[in-house]
C-alpha cells in the first residue's frame, strides 16, 4: 500500500495501474499468425516418453500464439508462454497481486505521481549476451510509444498507449537506474510495469532481426527460444545463467492444440504433461484419473453482455435491469461452465479484493421481476433485438453455448434476441467499432491481469471511450462514472483508490449497462510427474522456471 511520505520506496505491494484508450479487447485481439520465419523442429509430435528423458515437459496450448514479440501480444494464451522467455521491471509474488522485485530491484514514486524511478538488477545479461540495462528499459518503451521512431514498424503495440500513455519520457540516470517522467498523474502505472506489454527486449535483436523479431525473441528469462514450427510446437531451452536460478527442466515444449477434445484426449493419452483450460465437460474425468492433477484459481475474470444503451430498447434503464432479472445466471455457471465461474454482480470481479464491493445492486435470477419492470418501462412488447455472439476467443467460456442458453431466458421475457455469430477476430473487429445501428447486445470478457481496475473500467464504461475512441461498445455514459476513474488516477493510497472503485461499482449496477454474468474460475491440468505449476490470480504468470518433472 502507498504512504503518505513526500517520497515511496517499495519492492512489492504497491498501488495500481492505468488503461484508458487503446483500441482492442483486454481479453485478445484478433492478430494473423506471422509467416514463419524462425528454423523449425520436425513436425512430429512430441511423445511424453522421450520428454521425460531429456528433462522436456510439454505444454498444450489452446491456439497458436500469434507472436512471440510481448509488444504485440493481445491474448492470454500467447502471454503463458512469454513468462518462460522475458521478463518485466517488476511482477507479483506467486500467489497474489503484491509487488515484487524483478529486472528492477527497488522503486521509487513521487508524491505527485509524476516520476517513477526504478533502481535496476546488475549482472544480468539477454539470451543473445548482450547487456541489460537502463538504455534496454529506454529502448522497449520508446519503441512502444514512439509511432515516429526509428524501431515503431517492428510493431504494431495495440495495448501500449492504454498501458503506458502516462509516460511523456524515459530518461537513462545511469546504466541501473532509469525514470519515467509523466504528462499526467498515474497511481496505475506501477502495476502496468507487471504486464506482458512491457517485458524488456534485447535492443540488439530487436534492431537485427526488425519485423523478424516476432519470430526470433530475445528476452532475460529462465528459457531461450529455439523454433517456432507454426501450429505445430514452440521449442524453448533453459537458460543456465537466469538471474533468478537455472530452471530444473532443461526444455520446454509448447503445442496449440485448438480443439478441445483433441487437447483432453492429447492430455489424458500422454501426448502432453500440461494443460489449459479444461473444457467444462472433462473436468470430472481430470479429477477421477489417478495420473492427473486438477488445479484450480479464481481470477480477475468478468464475462458480460454488453446493452446498446445509445438506441431502444436498451436506452430505457428499465428493461436494462429487467434483462439482468431474466438470465439464470446460477444456471449458466452450474450447468453450462460445470462451476468453472462463479455469477457476477459487476464490473469489477472479487479476485480484486481491494477494489470489489458486493454491496451493490444485484440481479438475481427472478423473470417476473424483469416482466414487471418490462410494464413499467413502458417499451412495446414483444422486444425484438440483435445479439453478437463470438464462435471462441480467450476468456469467452463456451460463448456460443452460453449466447443460446441467454437467448432462452430473454425469450421466456418477450425479449427476442436474434444472434449473428463471428469469429474470433471479426467479432472483435466488429465490437471495436461500436453496436451502433447493427445490433442491441454483444458479448465480451476481460482480463484484470494487472490487478487493478484501471486498465479495465476506462477502457469499457468510460463515456470518452465510446467506439471506436475506445472499447465502450455499448457507448454507456454517466458524468459520475467518468469524475471518479479520473480522480482514482490521482490517489496514491491503494485504499483510498479502492473506495471510489466501490463507488463506481454501486453506480454501474444500478444503471446496468451489461448484464452481468460471470467470474470465471482458471483451471489447469498436469501428469502427476510435474511438481511446481502454480495458477496465479492474474491468469497468465506462471513461473515455468520453478517446474520440474520426475
Keep these: 500500500m502507498g504512504s503518505r511520505d513526500s517520497r515511496r520506496r517499495a519492492t512489492s505491494g504497491l498501488s495500481r495501474r492505468r488503461f484508458v484508450q487503446t483500441l482492442g479487447a483486454g481479453v485478445v485481439l484478433g492478430v494473423a499468425a506471422p509467416t514463419l520465419l524462425a528454423p523449425v523442429v520436425s513436425a512430429a509430435p512430441a511423445s511424453n516418453a522421450a520428454a521425460a528423458a531429456a528433462g522436456t515437459l510439454v505444454i498444450g496450448l489452446v491456439a497458436e500464439p500469434t507472436s512471440l514479440d510481448p509488444g504485440q501480444l493481445t491474448d492470454i494464451n500467447s502471454m503463458k508462454l512469454l513468462g518462460a522467455m522475458y521478463d518485466t521491471l517488476v511482477r507479483f509474488k506467486p500467489d497474489s497481486f503484491d509487488l515484487a522485485a524483478s529486472l528492477a530491484t527497488s522503486w521509487d514514486i513521487s508524491s505527485d505521481l509524476m516520476l517513477y524511478t526504478f533502481k535496476l538488477r546488475p549482472g544480468v545479461k539477454f539470451h543473445d549476451g548482450t547487456d541489460f540495462n537502463a538504455d534496454a528499459v529506454k529502448f522497449t518503451y520508446d519503441r512502444l510509444l514512439d509511432p515516429n521512431g526509428p524501431y515503431a514498424d517492428t510493431g504494431p503495440f495495440p495495448f501500449a498507449p492504454g498501458y503506458y500513455g502516462s509516460i511523456a519520457e524515459t530518461i537513462v540516470v545511469d546504466p541501473l537506474t532509469v525514470q519515467f517522467r509523466l504528462n499526467r498523474q498515474d497511481a496505475s502505472l506501477i502495476n502496468a510495469f507487471t504486464l506482458n506489454t512491457g517485458r ?308 454501474v449496477a444500478d444503471d446496468a449497462p451489461w448484464i452481468f454474468v460471470d467470474n470465471q474460475i482458471q483451471n489447469a491440468a498436469t501428469s502427476t510427474r510435474v511438481s511446481g505449476l502454480k495458477l496465479h490470480p492474474s491468469f497468465y504468470m506462471t513461473y515455468l522456471n520453478q517446474l520440474s518433472a520426475s
Design 200 to 507: 524488456i527486449v534485447s535492443p540488439q535483436a530487436v534492431k537485427t532481426s526488425r519485423k523478424n523479431f516476432a519470430q526470433n525473441p530475445v528476452g532475460t528469462g529462465p528459457f531461450k527460444f529455439v523454433s517456432w514450427d507454426h501450429n505445430v510446437r514452440i521449442t524453448l531451452t533453459a537458460n543456465p545463467d537466469y538471474w533468478d536460478g537455472a530452471p530444473a527442466l532443461s526444455q520446454l515444449i509448447f503445442r496449440p492444440l485448438v480443439d478441445e477434445q483433441t487437447r483432453i484426449t492429447e492430455f489424458l493419452s500422454g501426448g502432453v504433461d500440461v494443460i489449459f483450460d479444461v473444457p467444462p465437460d472433462n473436468i470430472g474425468q481430470v479429477k477421477g484419473n489417478p495420473d492427473a492433477v486438477f488445479l484450480e484459481q479464481p481470477g480477475p475474470h468478468v464475462w458480460w453482455v454488453t446493452l446498446n444503451v445509445q438506441k431502444p430498447p436498451f436506452d430505457n434503464v428499465l428493461v436494462r435491469r429487467a434483462v439482468n432479472y431474466a438470465v439464470n445466471k446460477d444456471a449458466l455457471t452450474q450447468d453450462i461452465l460445470k462451476g468453472t465461474g462463479t455469477p457476477s454482480v459487476g464490473p469489477i470481479p472479487p479476485a480484486i479484493g481491494w477494489a470489489y464491493t458486493d454491496q451493490v445492486t444485484q440481479y438475481n435470477y427472478d423473470p417476473d421481476r424483469a416482466q414487471e419492470l418490462l410494464k413499467q418501462s413502458g417499451v412495446l412488447m414483444p422486444i425484438n433485438v440483435t445479439f453478437w455472439v463470438t464462435e471462441s476467443g480467450s476468456g469467452m467460456q463456451s460463448p456460443k453455448t452460453m449466447g443460446t442458453a441467454i437467448q432462452a431466458d430473454l425469450a421466456a421475457i418477450g425479449v427476442n434476441a436474434q444472434i449473428q455469430t463471428f469469429e474470433w477476430g471479426a467479432f472483435l473487429n466488429k465490437y471495436g467499432s461500436g453496436l451502433a445501428d447493427e445490433a442491441s447486445m454483444a458479448e465480451l470478457s476481460w482480463m484484470f491481469d494487472s490487478g487493478d481496475p484501471a486498465h479495465m473500467l476506462p477502457n469499457n464504461l468510460y463515456g470518452p471511450a465510446c467506439s471506436p475512441k475506445g472499447f465502450n461498445g455499448g457507448c454507456y455514459q454517466n458524468s459520475n462514472v467518468d469524475l471518479l476513474m479520473n480522480a482514482a488516477l490521482k490517489i496514491n493510497e491503494r485504499e483510498q483508490r479502492g473506495a471510489v472503485y466501490r463507488q463506481i461499482q454501486q453506480i
